[in-house]
């Protein structure tokens, strides 16, 4: 059972930044990506970022390419979503997940395929 706690949400101007973690326990070494998420109040949630645990594939929704990143320290089972020039659209409950699956590479941008999901972390950018 993997277990995931996101930190680093906050309250930012528009034009800000923030960086968000996401620390993995607990069998952490046999998932196969991990990937942030966001849900704004009465929206689904969206895929934002996802990086492979072992390849560093990385793929980013249309709506962040250029802004976030996902690095990842694999030595301390971390991964982060640095959020750079944000916009008050990206105001929303942001959630860390895993899974141990391997997917097609667009595959990974579906909620469903992720089994473990931290608590999640709020950010609201203000405009």
């Known amino acids: 059972q993997v277990q995931l706690v996101e930190s680093g949400g906050g309250l930012v101007q528009a034009g800000g930044s923030l960086r968000l973690s996401c620390a993995a326990s607990g069998g952490s070494s046999s998932i196969s990506a991990m990937a942030w998420f966001r849900q704004a109040p009465g929206k689904e949630r969206e895929f934002v970022a996802r990086i492979g645990w072992s390849t560093r594939t990385t793929d980013y929704a249309d709506s962040v390419k250029g802004r976030f990143t996902i690095p990842r320290d694999n030595a301390k089972d971390m991964v982060y979503l640095q959020m750079n020039n944000l916009k008050p659209e990206d105001t929303a409950g942001y959630y860390c997940?895993?899974?141990?699956?391997?997917?097609?590479?667009?595959?990974?941008?579906?909620?469903?395929?992720?089994?473990?999901w931290g608590q999640g972390t709020q950010v609201t950018v203000s405009s």
């Open positions: 997940a895993t899974t141990r699956n391997y997917y097609s590479f667009l595959a990974y941008r579906q909620p469903e395929r992720y089994a473990y």
